[in-house]
T-cell receptor
Framework: QKEVEQNSGPLSVPEGAIASLNCTYSDRGSQSFFWYRQYSGKSPELIMSIYSNGDKEDGRFTAQLNKASQYVSLLIRDSQPSDSATYLCAVIRGGPNAGGTSYGKLTFGQGTILTVHP | KAGVTQTPRYLIKTRGQQVTLSCSPISGHRSVSWYQQTPGQGLQFLFEYFSETQRNKGNFPGRFSGRQFSNSRSEMNVSTLELGDSALYLC?????????????FGPGTRLTVL
């Protein structure tokens, strides 16, 4: 079982729709969760971070975290063609339940390719 | 505020050679992490440095090494290059490398080994 798994893509949605990206993780010591966007030929760009259960909204993006289910998701509302990219879920281990912090080590999922068509 | 910078952006080497990549973190960031990205394996953690000390290391052979300087700039070195080392090498910086720290990536160095 991979440490971080993302829903297999590619995911294609029409412009203006909601894109839903999902991620599960296996390490219960995971403390912090991040979503990165990576355009082809570019480096990952941080778009959301979430540390506690519930929803976190930033503009058209909403991250949802459920630590009991070991599940984190990213919703993109009013999807635009410029949102077409690979979305990477990343987690980092830390805190008292993890027995310490895995300093600087993000563990990534394999990524989900999102295509928003006009 | 300037972002993370990496040099060089592109490198072509032959098997058996060695290479050194450089990373300058965001001003005020003291933690630098290095990652390797390949189509087959995705993004994999190499190591992390903070205050000139390696605090964490991924599962890579000893040919991969790094260091950090007092100004937080970091270098990584790959010796005795193999074809499989062809990849995008990314560095990311954060304030302290802790689990509540966001990491910001540089543009990467694309290494091709012939």
């Amino acid at each position: 079982q991979k440490e971080v798994e993302q829903n297999s893509g590619p995911l294609s949605v029409p412009e203006g729709a909601i894109a839903s990206l999902n991620c599960t993780y296996s390490d219960r010591g995971s403390q912090s969760f991040f979503w990165y966007r990576q355009y082809s030929g570019k480096s990952p760009e941080l778009i959301m971070s979430i540390y506690s259960n519930g929803d976190k909204e930033d503009g058209r993006f909403t991250a949802q975290l459920n630590k009991a289910s070991q599940y984190v998701s990213l919703l993109i509302r009013d999807s635009q063609p410029s949102d077409s990219a690979t979305y990477l879920c990343a987690v980092i281990r830390g805190g008292p339940n993890a027995g310490g912090t895995s300093y600087g080590k993000l563990t990534f999922g394999q990524g989900t390719i999102l295509t928003v068509h006009p | 505020k300037a972002g993370v910078t990496q040099t060089p952006r592109y490198l072509i080497k032959t098997r058996g050679q060695q290479v050194t990549l450089s990373c300058s973190p965001i001003s005020g960031h003291r933690s630098v992490s290095w990652y390797q990205q390949t189509p087959g394996q995705g993004l994999q953690f190499l190591f992390e440095y903070f205050s000139e000390t390696q605090r964490n290391k991924g599962n890579f052979p000893g040919r991969f090494s790094g260091r950090q300087f007092s100004n937080s700039r970091s270098e990584m070195n790959v010796s005795t290059l193999e074809l499989g080392d062809s990849a995008l090498y990314l560095c990311a910086s954060s304030r302290t490398g802790g689990h509540y720290n966001e990491q910001f990536f540089g543009p990467g160095t694309r290494l091709t080994v012939l």
